[in-house]
């Protein structure tokens, strides 16, 4: 899965001082003594935004083994699943790949990835919960969080003092009735609320926040849950914000909420937390001075908690085909670890556990994000699941929701009928 990155908060002249790795293995591996190579995979957001951060876990790495040559392969997130597959039906697999967190499952379901010990990496006690889901497949752990992006809602706190709204909302009482003002406000050209209707990432967290699920688990199958009472709540609020707040074109996707949340024409988004800082950069900011008319939020939820959000991020894996997994581990482990998560929060991205998240909600420029993290959901970690995204079956269901195309029960049902056809298919 693609994801960008949180705004940086961008701090000048970082110096990163990973200390040498401990122990860290994976199950099953080769001997650490025994590896005279390592070839580690990451995307182009490493190589792009932290080498520093590479280079200082290469060195305490080849520091403990003399003589260690450390190989580094950089993709894009469109081709890199391809480039890996091709590898992995050779001898010739990495040693260290990069993954994002819902691209684990079919993996791990295929046995493509070593299973590892989570007590052998720092922190790991304290993951964030939805990223020890990606990395966690029959109860076994196939893989280490790398780091997270979170969402949150973000409004134009010029227009909702207009409006006579002068805090961002901490309830969904407020939420609603300051949506319910600025649309009454600006009339019914405009969105108080630009949510796109196939978002459903967006979607989701209001169906898991009422109890409901995309799918659960009845013995050793998993079946299409989206027409479950609970689940029916969350879809039926998701649908009345649409209704009520969300006048643009409800077919479009996501993909460009930035650019159309930077041309003016909407007062709120519930995003990801870099799409607002993206809306207010000089070739999207058609309001002009947007950046300083912009405010982010926790976003709250119908039952009076926060809204529980989908965590973009990384993990890393050790091919089952490695033939330094010991010594892989030791690497992730101190890439991942307390310095190296460090390095990655300074760089803007959400850590990868509840400790290092502490500190990040005192802190007025990440309190936010971080605070929102803290209630997170994941995706089933069923088989099928990356057909299901292929498919893009909740996509489509929810853009049949947004329309009216077909009634909500209509489409959850549907929906339930087309998961269940290859979610638990490997």
């Given amino acids: ?7 940086a908060v961008g701090v000048a002249g970082m110096v990163i001082g990973l200390a040498a790795c401990g122990d860290s293995d994976s199950k099953g591996g080769d001997k650490a003594s025994d590896a005279k190579e390592l070839t580690v995979w ?60 819902s691209e684990m499952i079919g993996y791990m379901s295929t046995g493509a990835f070593a299973e590892v010990d989570p007590s052998k990496f720092e922190n790991s006690a304290a993951w964030l919960d939805a990223l020890k889901e990606s990395v966690t497949y029959d109860g076994k752990t196939y893989g280490v969080p790398y780091y997270a992006g979170g969402r949150v809602g973000t409004w134009r706190k010029d227009i909702a003092a207009e409006a006579g709204v002068t805090a961002a909302p901490k309830t969904w009482a407020e939420y609603t009735a300051a949506l319910d003002t600025i649309q009454a406000a600006k009339g019914d050209k405009f969105s108080a609320l630009y949510q796109p209707s196939p978002d459903w990432y ?15 688990k009845d013995g050793d199958k998993w079946k299409g849950n989206l027409s479950s009472p609970e689940s029916l709540k969350g879809l039926k609020q998701y649908k ?10 409800k077919t479009k996707d996501e993909s460009d909420r930035p650019i159309v949340f930077g041309q003016g024409n909407s007062a709120a988004i519930f995003a990801a937390a870099w799409e607002g800082a993206t809306a207010a950069t000089p070739e999207n900011d058609k309001v002009g001075g947007l950046k300083d008319k912009l405010e982010n939020f926790v976003q709250p939820g119908p039952s009076g908690k926060n809204l529980p959000v989908f965590l973009g991020g990384s993990d890393l894996a050790i091919p089952a085909k490695s033939k330094a997994k010991d010594i892989a581990a030791e690497w992730i482990n101190v890439f991942t670890g307390a310095q190296g998560q ?35 959901w994941f995706v089933p970690t069923a088989s099928g699941w990356g057909q299901i995204e292929k498919a893009k079956l909740l996509q489509t269901t929810l ?13 959850a049902k549907a929906a339930d009928a087309e998961i269940d056809k290859v979610i638990n298919t490997k």
């Avoid at 899965?1 to 705004?7: C, N, T, Y």
């Avoid at 929060?345 to 502490?358: A, H, Q, R, S, Y």
């Fill in 1 to 7: 899965m693609k994801r960008k990155l949180i705004a």
């Fill in 342 to 376: 460090k390095g990655l929060v300074e760089k803007g991205n959400l850590p990868n556990n509840k400790t290092d998240l502490g500190p990040l909600k005192a802190d007025p420029k990440t309190q936010v994000a971080a605070t929102a993290a803290e209630s997170s």
């Fill in 42 to 101: 990451l995307t182009v957001d490493a190589q792009k935004n932290w080498p520093e951060l590479v280079k200082a876990a290469d060195d305490a790495i080849v520091a403990k083994h003399p003589g260690l040559t450390i190989k580094h392969e950089y993709y894009g997130w469109p081709d890199k699943n391809a480039k890996l597959d091709a590898v992995l039906a050779t001898d010739k697999a990495p040693d260290v790949v990069e993954m994002g967190n």
């Fill in 240 to 249: 009345e914000l649409l209704d009520k707040y969300m006048h643009a074109d």
């Fill in 399 to 411: 853009r049949d929701i947004g329309t009216g195309n077909k009634s909500v029960e209509e489409a």
């Fill in 202 to 216: 967006a979607a989701m967290s209001f169906v898991y926040e009422a109890g409901g699920s995309i799918a659960k």
